[in-house]
């Protein structure tokens, strides 16, 4: 928020209306080469709101993405697994129907199971995903802002942003009065006109 206030407040003197006559006229308060300054901090602050918003969208994204990986991964391990003996009296069967290539087909189950080096390399695979997906919400948590920040000057830092929120809402109430103050006499000087 510093930001905000640093570059609007370099926008206030940006321009000027004259005060004699009530001309709607704009004339420039400051020289070129500073409005191209002002112009510049201006782009710069809403280029790092964005990377912000950015920032943050990817990281839902990442975490949208991980949580449909393990979704996948709980659904293909489910799929190929095979059957196995949790004690020395159950029975598996074994009766697994095959296609011309040797397939597994899937039985009144729904599985599929593939032999145990090919199910040993699927969940690696599956296990390699996740960990780079969790390495890149990682990545994206660090580069948020604030993280190097400690309570105590975070603290501070809102109660800062506090004081100039307030500020910034004492110069709107101004205005509004100024604003009003112009409207009422403007009012005036189109009720004085006499029309031919």
């Known amino acids: 928020m510093q930001g905000y206030a640093d570059c609007f407040g370099k926008l206030g003197p940006l321009w000027s209306t004259p005060r004699k006559g009530l001309s709607a006229r704009l004339t420039f308060a400051q020289p070129p080469e500073q409005l191209f300054e002002i112009y510049q901090h201006l782009i710069s602050f809403l280029s790092q709101q964005r990377v912000m918003a950015d920032r943050l969208t990817q990281l839902q994204d990442a975490i949208d993405e991980l949580a449909l990986q393990f979704v996948a991964s709980l659904v293909w391990v489910n799929k190929h697994h095979d059957y196995q003996t949790l004690s020395p009296t159950d029975i598996v069967r074994k009766d697994t129907k095959k296609d011309e290539s040797g397939e597994a087909l899937p039985n009144e189950d729904g599985l599929e199971p593939l032999p145990a080096d090919k199910f040993k390399e699927g969940q690696v695979e599956l296990a390699r995903d996740l960990i780079v ?64």
Request: glycine share 4%; aromatic share 0%; proline share 3%.
């Open 133 to 196: 997906k969790e390495q890149q919400i990682e990545v994206l948590i660090t580069a948020l802002p604030g993280l190097e920040n400690s309570e105590k000057e975070q603290q501070q830092t809102i109660q800062r942003l506090e004081r100039e929120l307030k500020e910034e809402e004492e110069r709107r109430k101004e205005a509004l009065k100024e604003k009003e103050a112009v409207l009422a006499r403007l009012e005036g000087v189109i009720r004085s006109i006499k029309r031919p």
